[in-house]
């Protein structure tokens, strides 16, 4: 949904619900009819984990949704989710002919509608492997853990998720706010993954309640996947970060949503009415941090980022929308000082400048922005407690786990694998699937010839 002004919003009357409802099965198949069938699909060459684009589409438009699903089902256990926050510009929307018009087929819509017109039909496209290839535990249960542990049980293995959070989901269940990605959508998706045979304890902190060598030797898993992303937020190291009214962007995203379904009173949401909030960061969690803030009655948000615009790490459709809610920006604003008593008061900026060459440089300029809280959104990293409580797995000086290309996604302990964003940079969520896919038959090769091996050695 491309929004072109901010009276398309009623800011006073801002919620939490889903923003865009989606198609119906009249407009999906509409919208569907439009593809041009490409003998070379760019679409396909645009999306991340190789979905059959095409294929799906086409199946729609010829109005068989259950093949449709089925082909999407081929690449990704999550196609709800995918369909509702993944970067369909930069991606296949980005890559379609039809965009060189800019009128591409709506891909994430529709492959939103088919995963949601199966749910409510009931109707399930996976299907499951009649042989036992195994027993893998999985760490953390966000894009990359699921799509691990949906795709080893579709070939046949005994899968089992730890994840520390009561509810499974992670990222997608506590850092995405409702009026991007419903809960209830991560449950149903989620659910799809139990039906497979996947088994999800929730509550267990790996490196406290078990440990990865626990699940090797007492639990006697043939492998082990981490997936736990990067838990840790990064801080901004400059005078006056101890105040009160400082809080991280995910730890607010996590909060509301707690509040939004229940969890938690709205006295323990750290935004009060009538805050003037300032959010460092111009990714999409920045964003989703600002756009969360608006709704919480906060009288004014406003953005601060040391580049551009133009060189925002945030998509320009979550841009356009934070513009129509009445999101403020400061362009070109290195935070230099917090400032206040024991509560935050105002934020101290540098203005910055683009030189001919293109580079940022400070002016020496300092100005003030008032602010009642302030949000940081300048990224995360891994943390440490998985890895630190395992023997042999090495990380680089950032804390990433090192990992190998064969089998591809193991680390240096053998038998443990791991993928996401706890090896890479933070990415997308369709990103993290990709790298999960690849590590996913990274494990099944690596458990086929050690099964082998076992028997071989056992018949001697």
Request: proline share 5%.
């Given at each position: 949904m491309k929004i072109d002004k901010q009276s398309d919003f009623d800011k006073e009357n801002l919620g939490?619900?889903?923003?865009?409802?989606?198609?119906?099965?009249?407009?999906?198949?509409?919208?569907?009819?439009?593809?041009?069938?490409?003998?070379?699909?760019?679409?396909?060459?645009?999306?991340?984990?190789?979905?059959?684009?095409?294929?799906?589409?086409?199946?729609?438009?010829?109005?068989?949704?259950?093949?449709?699903?089925?082909?999407?089902?081929?690449?990704?256990?999550?196609?709800?989710?995918?369909?509702?926050?993944?970067?369909?510009e930069l991606q296949c929307e980005g890559t379609c002919v039809l965009n060189i018009k800019k009128k591409p087929i709506k891909i994430g819509k529709i492959e939103r509608f088919i995963a949601d017109f199966e749910a409510e039909m009931g109707i399930s496209s996976v299907e499951k492997s009649k042989y036992y290839e195994g027993d893998v535990a999985v760490i953390g249960s966000g894009p990359a853990g699921l799509?691990?542990?949906?795709?080893?049980?579709?070939?046949?293995?005994?899968?089992?998720?730890?994840?520390?959070?009561?509810?499974?989901?992670?990222?997608?269940?506590?850092?995405?706010?409702?009026?991007?990605?419903?809960?209830?959508?991560?449950?149903?998706?989620?659910?799809?993954?139990?039906?497979?045979?996947?088994?999800?304890?929730?509550?267990?902190?790996?490196?406290?309640?078990?440990?990865?060598?626990?699940?090797?030797?007492?639990?006697?898993?043939?492998a082990v996947f981490i997936g736990t992303g990067t838990a840790l937020p990064k801080n901004l190291n400059i005078p006056g970060k101890e105040l009160t009214g400082i809080m991280q962007a995910m730890y607010l995203l996590r909060m509301v949503t707690l509040f939004n379904h229940g969890d938690i009173d709205r006295k323990e949401i750290p935004i009060d009415e009538g805050d003037e909030v300032v959010v460092i960061g111009a990714g999409n969690v920045a964003f989703d941090a600002a756009r969360t803030a608006l709704r919480l009655g906060a009288k004014q948000v406003t953005i601060v980022y040391r580049?551009?615009?133009?060189?925002?790490?945030?998509?320009?459709?979550?841009?356009?929308?934070?513009?129509?809610?009445?999101?403020?920006?400061?362009?070109?604003?290195?935070?230099?000082?917090?400032?206040?008593?024991?509560?935050?008061?105002?934020?101290?900026?540098?203005?910055?400048?683009v030189d001919e060459e293109g580079n940022i440089t400070g002016t020496g300029e300092l100005q003030t922005l008032a602010a009642d809280k302030v949000v940081i959104a300048i990224g995360q990293r891994p943390a440490a407690k998985v890895i630190s409580t395992a023997t042999d797995i090495e990380v680089n000086p950032e804390g990433y786990v090192i990992t190998k290309e064969r089998p591809y996604g193991m680390t240096t302990k053998k038998g443990v694998f791991a993928g996401g964003d706890v090896v890479h940079q933070p990415a997308t969520v369709v990103l993290a699937m990709k790298e999960a896919q690849l590590v996913a038959q990274g494990i099944a090769k690596y458990v086929e010839a050690k099964r082998l091996l076992e028997e071989l050695e056992s018949n001697d």
């Open positions: 939490f619900c889903e923003i865009d409802q989606g198609f119906g099965i009249r407009e999906a198949i509409e919208e569907a009819k439009r593809c041009l069938q490409c003998k070379n699909p760019t679409c396909r060459k645009g999306c991340p984990i190789d979905n059959e684009i095409p294929q799906f589409i086409k199946a729609l438009a010829e109005g068989n949704i259950g093949e449709a699903g089925s082909i999407i089902a081929k690449r990704s256990n999550l196609p709800a989710v995918c369909g509702r926050v993944c970067p369909h799509t691990v542990a949906g795709d080893l049980a579709k070939r046949g293995f005994c899968v089992t998720v730890y994840e520390s959070q009561l509810e499974p989901g992670g990222i997608l269940t506590y850092g995405i706010p409702k009026f991007r990605l419903d809960r209830e959508v991560v449950r149903r998706e989620i659910k799809k993954i139990e039906n497979l045979g996947v088994v999800f304890k929730t509550g267990v902190v790996v490196g406290e309640d078990i440990t990865i060598d626990e699940m090797l030797n007492r639990e006697r898993f043939d580049r551009t615009r133009e060189t925002m790490p945030a998509l320009q459709s979550e841009y356009e929308h934070a513009m129509a809610e009445g999101v403020q920006f400061k362009w070109l604003s290195s935070p230099v000082a917090f400032e206040g008593d024991e509560n935050v008061r105002s934020l101290q900026y540098e203005v910055q400048q």
